[in-house]
């Protein structure tokens, strides 16, 4: 039976006043307005706005494609254009007067293209829902801040490749347990740093390759109905992969649903952060008093408000602090996507904030750290200052206190013919000894030490030295200054 209503009236266009107010009632079919805790509650303007470029460029190519495929014509496009120019630069002007009450991003700025150019304002939405679009916009964004956060690490890697070059020949305590372990170059410690940053670096780009794929053209969740050409966008946007072909999401639902790339984005920031907390570990234990073996300048440390005598490695700190911060937005993200059924759903609004503190604590973690390690150019002479201080004295008398070579004289066994675990029994007795003289075990007289054992000769004196320590670790790889060097040498033509 056919349902039995009066006929409705016409429907009128929307006045601007309800293009301004949308939250108010979204529709005809809402019968109240939003409450003013629930668009405080569901806003996210005041934090999404900073998507504000991404969202026109996405518009505009998504716009360009509608009047190629002849959906909307050339005359909207142009309108379309000539609106976004405007917003661009009253938004960059700070002109612009973003609403709470048109609760996101998008909506402000569709309303006030609506506003600048009419009809043609409200045709740009045709064939996209704010699902996809919020999806390409998180996407376009990511990818301009990974290229940014590429070039620091590549930045901060250069800085420690400099200081470890300065380097080569300083050697200070390798532990392990954080016990005197085997002396090593200062220069090949930094170096280790620099293998992590080349990783993260790769992580990165790995991210980057499955971020920079268009969802625009999956709608609110199933496709659209009108003839689009998502690849036409996607080489617009510049999502394309190695070879020049345009990446586009292949299911529309996962298009606008999945937040993988940027729960991935966040992993790849944390292990970096994490990285660069271990570094500042060892930058704090190095400038206590107690170890003395390095210093940052003084404008990356603060004073005690209390004791006079202080200098505290405030920046180190705070980048070992900030590191939690981000590993906590990992498993902000992370659980944030657990338990979302298929499609979009609002919780994915929570992405943005976790997100946007990410790259901005990392970018400034990384910039700091390259000027902090390696200096700041100085304009007159165009060399770097003000990086690390290394007092190589206060490292090379650190290592002669652990019994470091107490390795090398049980591989000096080996090589006169004993069992490597016999030597190492041997060395351990000849290490009681020198620790009950309190000397060094290149202290002990020839006599002494052929106590322990006949086969030891006057070369062994060569084997005992740091730096004989540190030239026998020769293999690819090792600590050797050859080796340091050669690592150097691949590491620059590597960073460019
Ligand atoms: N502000 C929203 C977000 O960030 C945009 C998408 C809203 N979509 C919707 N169906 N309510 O996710």
């Known amino acids: 039976m056919a349902c039995a209503i009066a006929r409705p009236a016409a429907p009128t266009a929307m006045t601007q006043n309800q293009l301004d107010k949308k939250s108010e009632a979204w529709s ?9 805790l629930v668009k ?13 470029l991404a969202d026109i460029t996405g518009s505009l190519a998504h716009a360009d494609m509608l009047a190629a495929q002849g959906v909307i014509s050339a005359d909207d496009l142009a309108a379309i254009q000539r609106g976004m120019a405007q917003i661009r630069s009253e938004i960059e002007s700070g002109a612009f007067e973003w609403k709470l009450d048109l609760e996101d991003v998008h909506l402000n700025i569709e309303a006030r293209l609506t506003q600048l150019v009419g009809d043609a304002g409200k045709r740009l939405h045709t064939g996209r829902s704010r699902n996809d679009q919020v999806a ?124 993988d790339f940027a729960i991935e984005f966040t992993a790849a920031a ?61 498993m902000g993200l992370i659980t944030l996507m657990k338990g979302q059924p298929l499609a979009y759903n609002k919780d994915n609004q929570e992405d943005k904030e976790p997100l946007f503190d990410t790259v901005d604590t990392l970018k400034d973690t990384l910039r700091i750290f390259a000027e902090m390690i390696g200096g700041q150019v100085n304009p007159d002479t165009g060399a770097k200052e003000g990086g690390i201080t290394v007092n190589a004295i206060a490292m090379e008398e650190a290592a002669k206190k652990g019994y470091a070579t107490a390795t090398d004289l049980a591989d ?3 090589k006169k013919g004993l069992p490597f675990r016999d030597a190492h029994e041997t060395v351990a007795h000849a290490v009681k000894a020198a620790q009950s003289h309190a000397c060094d075990l290149s202290e002990l007289p020839l006599t002494v030490l052929q106590g322990f054992h006949a086969s030891i000769e006057k070369d062994v004196y060569d084997v005992l030295s740091l730096r004989g320590s540190l030239n026998a670790r020769n293999t690819l790889g090792g600590t050797a200054p050859a080796q340091v060097t050669a690592q150097i040498a691949r590491h620059r033509a590597r960073l460019g």
């Open 28 to 36: 005809a079919l809402f019968s109240e307005p939003m409450s003013e």
């Open 40 to 52: 405080r509650y569901t806003a996210s303007v005041f934090f999404d706005k900073r998507l504000w």
């Open 136 to 259: 390409t916009d998180v996407r376009l964004w990511l990818v301009s801040e990974i290229d940014v956060i590429d070039g620091l690490l590549t930045e901060l890697q250069r800085a420690l490749v400099d200081v470890a070059a300065k380097n080569v020949d300083v050697i200070l305590p390798g532990f392990t347990h954080l016990q005197v372990a085997q002396p090593v170059s200062f220069g090949h410690h930094l170096l280790a740093y620099v293998e992590m940053f080349a990783r993260d670096a790769e992580r990165m780009q790995d991210v980057r390759r499955r971020t920079n794929r268009l969802p625009l053209g999956s709608a609110a969740l199933a496709g659209t109905t009108y003839p689009l050409d998502r690849e036409r966008v996607a080489r617009t946007l510049g999502m394309v992969n190695e070879a020049g072909r345009p990446q586009v999401s292949q299911n529309s639902l996962d298009g606008v649903s999945d937040r």
């Open 270 to 330: 944390s292990l970096c952060m994490v990285h660069i907390s271990r570094l500042s570990e060892e930058l704090i234990i190095w400038m206590s008093q107690n170890f003395g073996f390095v210093k940052i300048a003084d404008r990356f440390t603060t004073g005690s408000s209390i004791m006079p005598q202080k200098k505290n490695p405030d920046v180190p700190e705070l980048a070992r602090g900030k590191t939690g911060r981000v590993v906590g937005h990992l």
């Open 412 to 414: 000096y066994l080996v």
